[in-house]
Structures are given as structure tokens and as C-alpha cells.
């Protein structure tokens, strides 16, 4: 049986929005929202009627009748850290992706309460597919060198674990019998280290970890950090270059690597310097990665926006194709991985997990 599958992603001033029936798209939208009237609701979930009602009129212009979904699929935003899978929507989940009970307030708390809206309508199913809090780290990977910091990590979860799977279905493999060192490779930079289905390490992309991305630091020398901190006393300015101003617009004063990697193929020597130190940074976590796995890499899988630079693909399997072959996925796959998701449990290939509010690692105090 294919199922139909509809599956929501919100993002900053867009909602992407996709229709599937199995491994077939039927009809796929990203529907623009007003920034303006975003500015005017106070808390991200207070958008929830408009984006709903946006949504729906593209959904209806395309004839799309959502009572044929056997499943509805929302970004899991505001969660608390999980390990990966496919989680039913029930009411913890619910109420922890309405307040954002991570902390982070981010749009995609909004993709299980429109999930959660129509599946409930319908009387169907309703999932969140690795969200972003998706925590797999092996226990080494927490710890840090000053007593009572501990390590977390915020991914690209959904499509470096999508990416994992497809190419390990392509070459007749389960995941969960592999390795791969698995990057994503866009506006924010995820490397991450995946052994036998599991993602047991990987870098911070909130936090400031990892390769400088268009609009992120990435990770930066402690003493100077604390200097920084100290001559820019503005909380707000200093944990925004983790996020927003790090990274090319510190550099460069744009997030748009196109623009970069055109000036610096032109001779702009500052951002041939950035784009290649950028390049050397994914370089050096890849072979971080590839340590933690012990070497023992079945493969180099390259995702994301950047991904369809040929230079940048060049560059890195030039460097790193001695460590296990280098495959490039241009792009993510992210409605098509939440759909996916929701069909391994309906088919009986998984089953849903129960979320529980309860972080899957809390240190000892």
C-alpha cells in the first residue's frame, strides 16, 4: 500500500509543505508568509492560525483534500533532546512544541501543532521524524574540560540521518549495519559521525561549534572568545554570531555563499580567504569524524544548499576520499524524510516512539 502522506516544515517566514504517496511526490509548496504580520504576534505559536490558514489556501488552489492523508508530519521544534525516530504526537510532545521547552524558540515548534490540527480533524495519525534536538551522543563526546559544561548537540538530524538511509538503501545496505561521516553542508554547517544507525557525534550548530557557515562563527578560540566577551558586553550582539552575524556576514557583511564563492573565483583575496577557510573547517571535522569511528568509514555523504558548489565537492573529496568515498546529495530532503518516517511506521517497518519530556541524557550532579 502507498500511503499518502503530508508533511509541514515551517521556517522563518515560509512554510514548506509536501505531499507524498510512498516515494512519489505529488505536490510540494513553500508558502510564503507576511514578515510584517509575523512581527505582530508576540510568541511563535501565536502565528499558528495564520500560517494554518496560508496554508490552507495554497493547499486548496493545488485541489489537495487532506482527508485522503493516512498521516499528517510536523518539524519537531521546542522538544526536549530525543533520541532518533519517529515520535508520535501526543499531548507532552504537544505542549512542549506550543511553549518551547528547550528554550529555543524556533518556527519549527509550529510543524507538530498544524500536524497535530489536521490529523485531529481527520482522525489520522500524526508524527515528528528526528527533530532537531535529535541527541545521540556516545558518552566520551559530552564531557568537556571544565567541570559541570557538558556537550550537546543541535543537527541538521532529519536530513543527515535521511541522507544516511537513502544512500545506504541505493547500495542494497541498512543503515544501522554502517558507518558514515555525514555533513550538511547550507546556511548552518553539520558534520556528524553515524555508527550502526546511531549519530554519536557532531557539532553544535547553535551552540558555536564546528566550521564558520554563512551566518554562524562556528567554533573559536576560548581565551579570545572571553576577551571578546568582556570588550562587547551586549549578550544579545555576542550570542547572535552564533546563529545570525558569525561566520560570512562577520567576514564578508552577506550570508549568501553564491555571492562569496563568486568574489573569491573573481580574485576578492578576504573572501578567497573565507570561502577556503570555511572549506578547511569542514575538512578537519570530517576527519574528526572519521577518528571517533576509528577509521572504519563506509562512507563520506555530503548534503545541503552548498553541496551544488562543484568546487567545494571537488576540494573535499580531493582531501578526503582516502578516508572512505566521498558521495555528494545536492540539497535536503527534508518533507521527503518526514514522510518517509511516518511511512516506516505505518508500514510496520518501526515503531512510533513515545515522547516523554524526560531529556534522553542528564548529568549527574
Known amino acids: 500500500m502507498a500511503y499518502r502522506i503530508l508533511s509541514i516544515n515551517p521556517g522563518s517566514t515560509s512554510t514548506k509543505v509536501g505531499c507524498f504517496e510512498g516515494e512519489k511526490e505529488l505536490f510540494t509548496v513553500n508558502v510564503s508568509h507576511d514578515a510584517a504580520k509575523l512581527k505582530e504576534f508576540a510568541a511563535i505559536s501565536d502565528q499558528l492560525p495564520y500560517r494554518v490558514e ?47 521547552a528547550n528554550g529555543v524558540q524556533h518556527p519549527a515548534q509550529l510543524g507538530p501543532q498544524i500536524a497535530y490540527g489536521f490529523a485531529s480533524q481527520y482522525g489520522k495519525p500524526c508524527f515528528v521524524v528526528n527533530p532537531p534536538d535529535t541527541d545521540e551522543l556516545c558518552l566520551n563526546a559530552r564531557f568537556t574540560g571544565v567541570k559541570g559544561l557538558y556537550r550537546n548537540v543541535h543537527l541538521h538530524a532529519l536530513n543527515l540521518k535521511e541522507t544516511a538511509i537513502r544512500h545506504s538503501k541505493s547500495h542494497g545496505w541498512d543503515y544501522e549495519d554502517k558507518n558514515y561521516v555525514v555533513c550538511h553542508i547550507g546556511g548552518g554547517i553539520s558534520i556528524s559521525a553515524h555508527r ?108 545541503g544548499g552548498m553541496v551544488h558548489n562543484k568546487e567545494l565537492v571537488d576540494t573535499i573529496t580531493r582531501r578526503c576520499s582516502w578516508i572512505a568515498p566521498v558521495t555528494a546529495y545536492p540539497g535536503e530532503f527534508e518533507l521527503e524524510a518526514m514522510a518517509a518516517g511516518a511511512i516506516r511506521v505505518l508500514s510496520g517497518q518501526e515503531e512510533a516512539k513515545v515522547y516523554t519530556g524526560v531529556p534522553v541524557w542528564v548529568p549527574e550532579e
Open 54 to 100: 496560508t496554508i490552507l489556501s495554497k493547499l486548496a488552489e493545488a485541489e489537495i483534500d487532506l482527508s485522503t492523508m493516512d498521516a499528517f508530519v510536523g518539524r519537531g521544534g521546542g522538544l526536549m533532546a530525543v533520541e532518533g525516530g519517529t515520535y508520535a504526537i501526543n499531548d507532552v510532545l504537544l505542549d512542549h512544541a506550543r511553549r518551547g
Open 196 to 303: 550502526k544507525g546511531r549519530m554519536i557525534d557532531g557539532n553544535d550548530i547553535v551552540g558555536g561549534e564546528g566550521p564558520m557557515a554563512p551566518t554562524r562563527c562556528g567554533s573559536l578560540p576560548a581565551a579570545q572568545l572571553i576577551r571578546y566577551c568582556f570588550d562587547h558586553p551586549d549578550k544579545k550582539e555576542v550570542l547572535s554570531l552564533c546563529t545570525k552575524t558569525g561566520g560570512f556576514v562577520s567576514h564578508l557583511g552577506t550570508s549568501d555563499a553564491l555571492e562569496v564563492s563568486r568574489r573569491a573565483a573573481a580574485g576578492d583575496t578576504e573572501a578567497k580567504n573565507v570561502w577556503e577557510s570555511m572549506i578547511y573547517q569542514i575538512v578537519r571535522y570530517i576527519g574528526a569524524m572519521a577518528a571517533v569511528l576509528d577509521g572504519q568509514v563506509d562512507g563520506i555523504l555530503l548534503g
